[in-house]
């Protein structure tokens, strides 16, 4: 292996030392041993495909369960704690700690699509499909429709919604694949969530250009699944960190970095426009809703006053609960049944949040850029925290949920919501201080931004505490 150093002058790089043989640190080993055994990544990757198969396919022709059935007694009860418990969390949780290692080695998706490209067809990857709003566009969807077929809580929409999403990604990697991860680049529904929590990540795949750019013109290129130009890489967003690359021309190396340096060094150009929708719009607003919509006396109250209107006014349609389970929630066995009228008020509530959080977020970032003079965008990642912990936060109330029929119970949990959100809104003001530190924007202009993206990042804290109850701590 080679490492570079350079000897820097008033004018620039003056002279590059390469050094043959220098030691790789323990990180960069680890890459390189990835890059050494994909046959055993490739086992493991297909070990959780036939997981992933028996948790989402076997419990949806299962009889519903008991209501005193537990998750070590009942495969449902199971496979619901495995997705939504510890699954999604985790994942969520990984994607901030070593980036999209999920997507690169773990993810049954992933492999499935990638599997599938190698025999099919292989054609030219259409114009529609590079349209940069997909990832928003499946986010909001997915979270919309998972709500109205209560996708937490059944096995059914479960095999619909997940289920779907592997038949359309192995349908993608024959038709367009070629043995890449074309499915994971430009339609997955969570790729743009986890590109943005990846850019907090403090492990990376790093690339020396000037190492790179000394060895031989005619070395092969190397295999990314996700079509990145590796030469070129300098985000860990769309990098699925499968390690194929690592030590590919003496340049590329799993390497340290400091937690949201990425963010802080971001420029105009590095974030798109609907990348930054997604963060504010979606995974602040829409996500938060979606979260807190079974518990907001709002919502019931809302629901009970436009009911009574629509007796009174002898219209009776919306209050009729007819529409099959992949449509609107329908449990009658269980007594969990949705109306016209539930369905259009989650459609009316998740979108209200969106705009309210959202828009607000929108508003004080557009002012906060035009004090430091910069791109909203880039200014609007300085948020990144604050979604992560968004999300992290409501899927854990369903891990919490279902320990809790398991008689396990966490008294120091209140606290637990108050420091995550605490660390997280910090985090956002930190990553802001940064930027304009790096920009060498003047202390008072600093400070506006600042406070600015802070009363951004104190919304979603505000809702928090009000529907979890939090304040009771003090």
């Known amino acids: 292996m080679q490492s570079t150093s350079f000897t820097r002058t008033h004018a620039g790089v003056s002279t590059v030392h390469v050094m043959a043989g220098a030691p790789r640190t323990r990180l960069a080993r680890l890459g390189d041993w990835m890059a050494r055994n994909r046959s055993r990544i490739a086992q493991l990757q297909w070990g959780i495909v036939v997981l992933y198969f028996v948790l989402v396919a076997v419990p949806a022709f299962l009889p519903m369960p008991p209501e005193d059935a537990r998750m070590f007694t009942s ?48 054609l030219p990857i259409p114009r529609w499909m590079r349209w940069p709003g997909w990832p928003l566009v499946g986010f909001l969807g997915t979270t919309l429709y998972g709500q109205l077929i209560s996708v937490y809580e059944y096995p059914g929409p479960v095999l619909v919604i997940l289920g779907g999403s592997t038949v359309a990604a192995i349908a993608v990697g024959i038709v367009y694949g070629r043995g890449k991860r074309v499915w994971c680049r430009y339609l997955c529904p969570v790729t743009g969530v986890f590109a943005l929590l990846a850019r907090l990540a ?39 960190s499968c390690g194929r690359c690592s030590g590919h021309r003496d340049a590329v190396a799993l390497t340290l970095r400091w937690p949201g340096s990425e963010i802080v060094g971001s420029q105009p150009g590095d974030v798109g426009r609907y990348e930054a929708l997604l963060l504010l719009y979606g995974m602040l607003g829409f996500a938060l809703g979606a979260f807190q919509w079974t518990m907001a006396s709002g919502f019931v109250q809302g629901r009970q006053w436009l009911a009574t209107w629509l007796v009174d006014h002898d219209i009776f349609w919306p ?148 529907a979890l109850d939090l304040l009771s701590v003090f």
């Open 75 to 122: 495969l449902t009860r199971f496979a619901q704690f495995a997705f939504w418990g510890v699954w999604w969390p985790f994942v969520i949780a990984s994607m901030l700690l070593i980036g999209r290692f999920w997507c690169g080695v773990m993810c049954p998706e992933g492999a499935l699509t990638e599997f599938a490209g190698r025999p099919g067809k292989g």
């Open 202 to 240: 403090p492990v990376h795949f790093k690339v020396d250009r000037a190492a790179w750019d000394l060895q031989p013109a005619h070395i092969a290129a190397v295999d990314c699944p996700p079509l990145l130009n590796v030469h070129a890489l300098a985000s860990a967003s769309q990098c699925h």
């Open 319 to 466: 209050l009729a609960s007819n529409a099959p389970w992949w449509v609107l929630t329908h449990y009658p066995q269980v007594s969990d049944v949705f109306s016209w009228l539930d369905g259009a008020g989650i459609v009316a509530w998740l979108t209200g949040t969106a705009v309210l959080v959202g828009g607000f977020a929108h508003l004080v970032i557009a002012l906060g850029a035009r004090v430091v003079r910069t791109d909203w965008k880039v200014l609007a990642l300085g948020l990144v925290p604050m979604a992560a912990a968004n999300l992290f936060l409501g899927l854990s109330m369903l891990t919490l949920t279902q320990l809790r029929t398991e008689g396990i119970v966490f008294h120091w949990l209140p606290q637990a919501r108050l420091t995550l959100l605490a660390v997280a809104w910090l985090g956002c003001v930190s990553l802001c201080v940064g930027q304009q530190r790096r920009a060498g924007m003047p202390v008072w202009r600093s400070a506006m931004a600042t406070a600015l993206v802070g009363a951004a990042a104190a919304l979603p804290v505000l809702l928090w505490m009000r």
